[in-house]
């Protein structure tokens, strides 16, 4: 944080009025770097359809802002769960509740970093 807050050109302390901890900092951080999430509302061919092009978009996002930071950091679902969430709208009254949508969410976004990774971004 320390570091963060120098190279902004703040106190480390000041950091805390915007974010509440170094979680949520490296959370913003990956959010801005990566960007919005991925609209997947005119993807045709269904659930699996739309999820194949969510992990094409975050890895083409990993590739754009490859660290070793990002490899290792999931923490960004705040913005992205919603797109994941419309992206298997239609799994209907299956077992897939918000739980398992997040599990998904995590292993696709580790999936998209790692392909990012090894296509030598």
Not at 23 to 33: G, K, N
Not at 34 to 42: A, E, Q, T, Y
Not at 66 to 83: E, M, Q
Not at 101 to 116: K, Q, S, T, W, Y
Request: aromatic share 8%; proline share 3%.
């Amino acid at each position: 944080m320390q570091r963060v807050a120098g190279d902004l050109g703040f106190t480390k302390m000041s950091l805390y009025r915007y974010v509440s901890s170094k979680a949520d900092l490296v959370a913003v951080m990956i959010e801005s770097a990566v960007g919005d999430p991925p609209d997947l509302s005119r993807v045709e061919g269904g659930w699996r359809a739309r999820l194949t092009e969510f992990t094409r978009l975050l890895a083409d996002a990993w590739k754009r802002r490859s660290s070793d930071a990002f490899t290792r950091i999931l923490d960004r679902h705040g913005a992205v769960f919603p797109a994941l969430v419309a992206a298997t709208s239609d799994l209907g009254d299956t077992p897939h509740d918000n739980g398992r949508r997040f599990g998904l969410e995590c292993v696709l976004d580790g999936l998209a970093a790692r392909i990012a990774a090894a296509s030598g971004a």
